[in-house]
Structure formats: structure tokens, C-alpha cells
């Protein structure tokens, strides 16, 4: 398996513009994390989907972020309209779900909000 | 609730020292232990896991154990090498109908010569 796969690996947009980062979990898995990492606040959970569903979005900061997963081999989080604040790393990562074990990371996305 | 603290960095270590990086955990029911490192530039990999009582995961010359009696799942490596100088995030596992994750806030140790 290639592992989780994230696109694009770096983007740069202009504040207020739609961006969309795509998220491609492991064959098989059926847990998926999306992340956000920054110098200031370190790792954060955003939203974690199991079996496609949305389980806990409590870390999504506002509503200008939303993230789906309309099947178990894709998921998308979109920032609209972007600002300079979000720009971070964001990571996905999946796992399966057979109780308490590790989840797998893709190598993130840069992005970058001028 | 479920959560995990780990000792602030940044460590900075010379070659062939002693590494310890600290973690306890708070957790309902019976989770799993992780470490994992992340390269610069690069996502988190799994480094080593226990998923019971006294399970020690090692790997690349690292050790964990875990702890119940202290709540802990600290880190540990004999010789630090330049290589080793990477980010270090403890985590743990907790399944509560789906599987989740939670993640310490890194440790970042730098090696020297």
C-alpha cells in the first residue's frame, strides 16, 4: 500500500480565496484524522471520521472550515475564505478500526495564505 | 477526559548521551501507547506502541514501557545519535465505539556532535 496520501503537498493562496485539500486514507482503514500543526499551537485535532461518518468536530475552528468524507477512500477539508492564520500543516491520518491502534500520517500539506 | 502530557522541550543532547522524554496519560478504560517522530519536513511515523500493562515496545534502540501503576509510557534511548534529532509526540489510543487518538505536544531534541 502507498500509504495515506495527501495533495497537494504545498499550496499558496491569497486570503479570501476557497482551498481545498484532498485526502486519499489507506485501503482498508476506516478511521480518518485531519490535523492542523503550527509553531504556535503544536498538533490539533480537527475532525475525525469513522466509517465515513463524522465523529467528533469539536477542533474545527469555525465554521469557514468543513471536511467531508463522501466514501472510505477520500476525504476533503475546506477552508472558505482563507486567512493569513490558517496558514499551517495539515495532516491526515487513518487507522483501522479494531480498537486502539496507531493511525498512519500522510506527509501533509503546506499551506500558506498571503 | 482522555489525555496525555509529555515533558517540554527543547532537549538538546550530545552524541551517545542518555535520552529520557517523560510521558504520563490520563485515560478511561484501557488504551494504547504510542510514540511517534517526525522528521523535519516530514509527517509523524510510528516509532513504538504497548497496547497492555507492562508491555515494553522498542525499536531503532528506543524503549517504552508501560506504566499503570504511574500512568507513564516514558521514552528512553542508551546513545543518542545526530540522526535521532526529530520531534517526538507521545499518544494514546482509546476506543469508545470508534477509535481516537490523542496526542502529546511534542518534545523536539536536537543532537550535536
Known amino acids: 500500500d502507498a500509504g495515506v496520501i495527501q495533495s497537494p503537498r504545498h499550496e499558496v493562496t491569497e486570503m479570501g480565496q476557497e482551498v481545498t485539500l484532498r485526502c486519499k486514507p489507506i485501503?482498508?482503514?476506516?478511521?480518518l484524522f485531519w490535523y492542523r500543526q503550527t509553531m504556535m499551537r503544536g498538533l490539533e485535532l480537527l475532525i475525525y471520521?469513522?466509517?465515513?461518518?463524522?465523529?467528533?468536530d469539536s477542533g474545527m475552528p469555525e465554521d469557514r472550515f468543513s471536511a467531508k468524507m463522501p466514501n472510505a477512500s477520500f476525504s476533503t477539508l475546506k477552508i472558505q475564505p482563507s486567512e493569513p492564520r490558517d496558514s499551517a500543516v495539515y495532516f491526515c491520518?487513518?487507522?483501522?478500526?479494531?480498537?486502539?491502534?496507531?493511525?498512519?500520517f500522510g506527509q501533509g500539506t503546506r499551506l500558506t495564505v498571503v | 477526559g482522555d489525555s496525555v502530557t509529555q515533558m517540554e522541550g527543547p532537549v538538546t543532547l550530545s552524541e551517545e548521551a542518555f535520552l529520557t522524554i517523560n510521558c504520563t496519560y490520563t485515560?478511561?478504560?484501557?488504551?494504547?501507547l504510542f510514540w511517534y517522530v517526525q522528521y523535519p519536513g516530514e509527517g509523524l511515523q510510528l516509532l513504538l506502541k504497548?497496547?497492555?500493562?507492562?508491555d515494553k515496545g522498542s525499536n531503532k534502540g528506543f524503549e517504552a514501557t508501560y506504566r499503570k501503576e504511574t500512568t507513564s509510557f516514558h521514552l528512553e534511548k542508551g546513545s543518542v545519535q545526530v540522526s535521532d534529532s526529530a520531534v517526538y509526540f507521545c499518544?494514546?489510543?482509546?476506543?469508545?465505539?470508534?477509535?481516537?487518538?490523542?496526542f502529546g505536544t511534542g518534545t523536539r531534541l536536537t543532537v550535536i556532535p
Open positions: 471520521f469513522n466509517n465515513n461518518v463524522p465523529i467528533d
Open positions: 504497548a497496547t497492555k500493562a507492562d
Open positions: 491520518a487513518s487507522s483501522l478500526d479494531r480498537g486502539r491502534t496507531e493511525a498512519f
Open positions: 485515560a478511561t478504560g484501557y488504551p494504547s
Open positions: 485501503s482498508g482503514h476506516n478511521s
Open positions: 499518544a494514546l489510543s482509546v476506543f469508545t465505539g470508534a477509535n481516537n487518538l490523542f
